[in-house]
Nanobody, 118 residues
Framework: QVRLVESGGGSVQPGGSLRLSCVASGSTLRIPVMGWYRQAPGKERELVALIGPYGNTKQLDSVRGRFTISRDNGKNTIHLQMNSLKPEDTGVYYC????????????WGQGTQVTVSS
């Protein structure tokens, strides 16, 4: 069973930046696809970004150009650099993993809170 642990959430003013990280343990193999979802209060969880084994990515349109997903070479660790944050980016951000972009999610992390407010 893969265990995912997120870190790096917090509170920031609009226009600010945060960097989230997710470390996966419990797998001796490289996890093919890792990514981030978020859930705002009263809303459904939505995909934010995924990154594949060759650095290929998939992103939510509303974060394109502001958020960058990356992964450490040879490690099951990913990051989400979030710039120009907006109040609508507020929510709990969850790390997840899967086999391919089209597969359903495997394990979930416990989530980390991101709050964007003036």
């Amino acid at each position: 069973q893969v265990r995912l642990v997120e870190s790096g959430g917090g509170s920031v003013q609009p226009g600010g930046s945060l960097r989230l990280s997710c470390v996966a343990s419990g797998s001796t193999l490289r996890i093919p696809v890792m990514g981030w979802y978020r859930q705002a209060p009263g809303k459904e969880r939505e995909l934010v970004a995924l990154i594949g084994p060759y650095g290929n990515t998939k992103q939510l349109d509303s974060v394109r150009g502001r958020f960058t997903i990356s992964r450490d070479n040879g490690k099951n660790t990913i990051h989400l650099q979030m710039n120009s944050l907006k109040p609508e980016d507020t929510g709990v951000y969850y790390c997840t993993e899967r086999t391919t972009f089209n597969d359903p999610q495997g394990s979930w992390g416990q989530g980390t809170q991101v709050t964007v407010s003036s």
